[in-house]
């Protein structure tokens, strides 16, 4: 299966401003998945990233929020946008190779708002 | 659309007990089932799937689950857990068709805490 490599692991900013988050994956796929788990929830999708196309968001969530980057089959960048503490999550990126039908996910970056 | 419930949040058992995780699913079309474990402060990890065939699927660290589409049901069953089971188990669904690239709907997650 695919490896992720997803940075930063975790991070403390500060209300107001935004942090990007990149996903490096060692192989080429065709869909990337951003994921927010909340603390003590389950994981909700984010958006649906597809190379060269804009992102799908999910109900709940909107572009300028989360702006997502796909710039090609092995990248994507999740940007989370005018922080405040309700955005203290973990965030997750996910891929699906195709083959096996099973999702793999990165380590996840663990994002503090204070 | 389809949709999970796993039906404890949390579920303590002492060491060498069975268990069984409880998970439920709502589907109008065929689906995949999945079953991922997240140890604390860990991103998730595949403990087995099912797609399609037999119904009992073996996954790793001596998981089994098993499909059952009249009772729209896919629980996890361990016969002898360890302390390092514990962890945040979680059950999702995919449409199950040919194709890939569908996104994973997840359950809330059961912790699962095994005492010595």
């Known amino acids: 299966s695919a490896v992720i490599s997803q940075k930063p692991s975790r991070d403390i900013c500060q209300r107001g401003t935004s942090l990007t988050i990149q996903c490096q994956v060692d192989?080429?796929?065709?869909?990337m998945f951003w994921y927010r788990q909340q603390p003590g929830q389950s994981l909700t999708l984010i958006a649906t990233a597809n190379q060269g196309s804009e992102a799908t968001y999910e109900s709940g969530f909107v572009i300028d929020k989360f702006p997502i980057s796909r710039p090609n089959l092995t990248f994507s960048t999740l940007t989370v946008s005018n922080m405040s503490p309700e955005d203290s999550s973990i965030y997750l990126c996910?891929?699906?190779?195709?083959?096996?039908?099973?999702?793999?996910f990165g380590s996840g970056t663990r994002l503090t708002v204070v | 659309a389809q949709s999970v419930t796993q039906l404890d949040s949390q579920v303590p058992v002492f060491e060498e007990a069975p268990v069984e995780l409880r998970c439920n699913y709502s589907s109008s079309v065929s689906v995949y089932l999945f079953w991922y474990v997240q140890y604390p402060n860990q991103g998730l990890q595949l403990l087995l799937k099912?797609?399609?065939?037999?119904?009992l699927v073996k996954g790793i660290n001596g998981f089994e689950a098993e499909f059952n589409k009249s009772q729209t049901s896919f629980h996890l069953r361990k016969p002898s857990v360890h302390i390092s089971d514990t962890a945040e188990y979680f059950c999702a669904v995919r449409r199950g068709s040919g194709g890939s690239n569908y996104k994973l709907t997840f359950g809330k997650g059961t912790l699962l805490t095994v005492n010595p």
């Open positions: 996910s891929v699906d190779t195709g083959r096996l039908y099973g999702y793999t």
């Open positions: 192989s080429q796929v065709t869909m």
């Open positions: 099912y797609l399609s065939g037999s119904t």
